[in-house]
């Protein structure tokens, strides 16, 4: 397995990009249309599912500021794309590839909704921490970023991060 994503990535990177960025669309898809009514209790106290229209970014902040993230978005897909073929050339940073291939399907999957519909839905709610409702693509984004800490820190030494970030020159 370990060859074949280092022999066939960019093919293993699509097919990344492609599964993470459908489980996105179809569970909003499936959010949208099961949770009008209210919400369903997975675990009564813990787990539920809400449907909520976020016009805004992370815990609802930036309400309404739909050009902004048009902004960024669009310059993230950019800049994560050209980071990613630079990337390839060395099998060292496949991981940090990877990597840039979920958040970047998380990037994607909410930059649909905002272009499609205005708001992103959002339906997780794990309501014994209160915490904010989210998505797949929020997921995708967070665990990804997680891991791109771990990478960097722990995973990349010096040279290598010159290399990730041409130009910078580390100490």
């Not at 249309?33 to 229209?53: K, W």
Request: charge should be negative.
């Amino acid at each position: 397995m370990k060859n074949f994503l280092k022999r066939h990535w960019p093919f293993a990177s699509l097919i990344l990009f492609a599964v993470l960025l459908l489980f996105d669309r179809v569970t909003k898809n499936w959010a949208s249309a099961a949770l009008q009514d209210g919400p369903l209790v997975l675990i009564d106290g813990v787990f539920e599912l809400h449907y909520l229209e976020n016009t805004g970014a992370a815990w609802g902040t930036f309400q309404g500021m739909q050009w902004l993230f048009y902004i960024l978005t669009v310059v993230f897909i950019v800049l994560a794309l050209c980071e990613i073929v630079h990337l390839s050339r060395k099998s060292r940073y496949l991981p940090l590839v990877y990597t840039l291939i979920v958040i970047l399907s998380g990037a994607v999957g909410n930059f649909i909704d905002r272009i499609t519909q205005q708001f992103v839905v959002d339906f997780i709610y794990f309501k014994l921490i209160n915490f904010p409702i989210f998505n797949v693509a929020d997921c995708c984004i967070t665990v990804s970023m997680a891991l791109l800490v771990i990478l960097i820190l722990f995973y990349y030494n010096n040279e290598d991060l010159d290399y990730i970030i041409p130009g910078q020159k580390t100490e």
